[in-house]
C-alpha cells in the first residue's frame, strides 16, 4: 500500500524496538503513554479556574544568570527561564526562598518575575516527569514570587507520527490546567502545525474563560519564512474565535508583533538579545531609528559587565518599543 502523508503512522520510523516516540506500532509502550495523559481530547482537560492576572509591559528581558554582574538589576520585571528553577534529579526547586533567587540572578529585591516555559525538549520534557511534585514545586514558585508562567512548550514536529503531535498538545493542556489550579497565572502556548491544530485549540480557548492570555515562540520551525504566516493565522484564529479579548506573550522574531497586536489586547515580548550580546561581549550601537549594530567590546578577566548589561537591555527595550509599540495601546477594544 503506497504511504499517504494523511496517515498517523505515515512517518513511523519503523523500529519501534528502539524508538521513544509516541506511535501505535510500539503497541503496549504506546497504551502507557495514552493512558498518561487520558487520551488525546483536548475537553478531557480538567477545567481551572480564572485568576487574575498581572499587568505585563510590552518588552521584558530574559536574564539567564547573575554571572559577572555585581549590581542588581534595575529592571523593574524580568523573565527567567523555568527550568532554571527546578533540579529535576532531586525532583525539588532549587530556591527555597526569594532572597537566594535574586542574588543568583542578580535582580532588585522587588523585581516583578516570569517565568517562560519556552525551552529545549530536554530542559521542559522533565517537568511532565515531575507528577505529583509538580505542585509542590508550583506552590515553591509562589512562595519566591513569581508572578505568571507560560506552559512548557512541548514539541509538535513534522518528522515524526502524528500521535506524538496529539501527545505534546494534551500535555500541554494538562500543564495549564495544573498551574491555573494551583493559583498560578499562566498563558497557554498552543503548540500545532496543521489546520486541524488550530481548529481544536481556538474551540478549547474559547469554551474555557480560565484562558485569558497565550503563549508562542517564533525562534525555530514557526521562524522560518514558509511557516511563519501559517503560525500567525494560528494565533490569529484562536483570538477572533475567542469570545473575549485575549494577550500575548511572545519570544523570537518580533516581526510578528504588528499582525498580532490587531487581534490581541495586549502583546508582551520577551526580550533574549539584550542579555545574550551582553554576556558575549558586544555592545549596541544606533543605526538611525531602526536598527541596532553589535560591536565588541572586550572585557579585563573577571571585570564585570553590569553597565555594558543595563546599557544593552535599555537599548533593546527602546528600539522594540520604538518599532513595535510606538503607540503603546492596543489595537483590539478590549470587551
Not at 109 to 132: H, N, Q, T, Y
Request: glycine share 4%.
Amino acid at each position: 500500500m503506497e504511504a499517504n502523508i494523511e496517515d498517523c503512522l505515515w512517518l513511523c520510523c519503523g523500529k519501534p524496538e528502539t524508538c521513544n516516540r509516541v506511535c501505535k506500532n510500539h503497541r503496549h509502550k504506546f497504551v502507557d503513554q495514552v493512558r498518561e495523559i487520558g487520551g488525546f481530547r483536548l475537553r478531557d482537560v480538567p477545567r481551572a479556574p480564572a485568576l487574575s492576572r498581572p499587568t505585563l509591559p510590552p518588552v521584558v528581558p530574559l536574564v539567564y544568570h547573575g554571572s559577572s554582574r555585581k549590581t542588581p538589576l534595575a529592571n523593574p520585571v524580568v523573565a527567567l527561564r523555568m527550568a532554571d528553577l527546578v533540579n529535576f534529579v532531586t525532583r525539588k526547586p532549587r530556591f527555597e526562598i526569594r532572597e537566594a533567587l535574586i542574588e543568583s540572578f542578580g535582580l532588585s529585591s522587588d523585581a516583578r518575575i516570569i517565568l517562560s516555559g519556552i525551552d529545549k525538549d530536554e530542559r521542559i520534557e522533565p517537568f511532565w516527569s515531575l507528577g505529583d511534585e509538580m505542585e509542590n514545586i508550583v506552590r515553591s514558585f509562589k512562595e519566591i514570587g513569581v508572578e505568571h508562567v507560560t506552559t512548557p512548550n512541548f514539541s509538535v514536529v513534522l518528522d515524526h507520527p502524528r500521535y506524538e503531535d496529539l501527545h505534546s498538545i494534551k500535555k500541554i493542556g494538562l500543564m495549564f490546567a495544573a498551574f491555573q489550579s494551583a493559583g498560578m497565572p499562566c498563558a497557554l502556548h498552543p503548540n500545532g502545525r496543521t489546520e486541524k491544530d488550530a481548529e481544536r485549540w481556538s474551540r478549547f480557548v474559547a469554551e474555557r474563560f480560565e484562558v485569558e492570555a497565550l503563549a508562542y515562540e517564533f525562534i525555530t520551525g514557526p521562524s522560518r519564512k514558509d511557516r511563519k504566516s501559517f503560525h500567525v493565522d494560528h494565533l490569529t484564529m484562536i483570538a477572533e474565535n475567542c469570545p473575549r479579548p485575549l494577550d500575548i506573550i511572545l519570544r523570537g522574531d518580533p516581526d510578528v508583533i504588528p499582525a498580532l497586536r490587531k487581534v490581541f489586547r495586549t502583546v508582551t515580548y520577551i526580550d533574549t538579545t539584550g542579555f545574550m550580546r551582553s554576556i558575549k561581549r558586544q555592545r549596541a550601537v544606533r543605526v538611525g531609528n531602526d536598527h541596532l549594530e553589535w560591536t565588541p567590546t572586550p572585557t579585563a578577566k573577571g571585570a564585570p559587565i553590569d553597565e555594558l548589561v543595563e546599557y544593552n537591555l535599555r537599548e533593546r527595550e527602546l528600539l522594540l518599543k520604538s518599532l513595535y509599540f510606538a503607540d503603546l495601546k492596543p489595537l483590539r477594544k478590549a470587551a
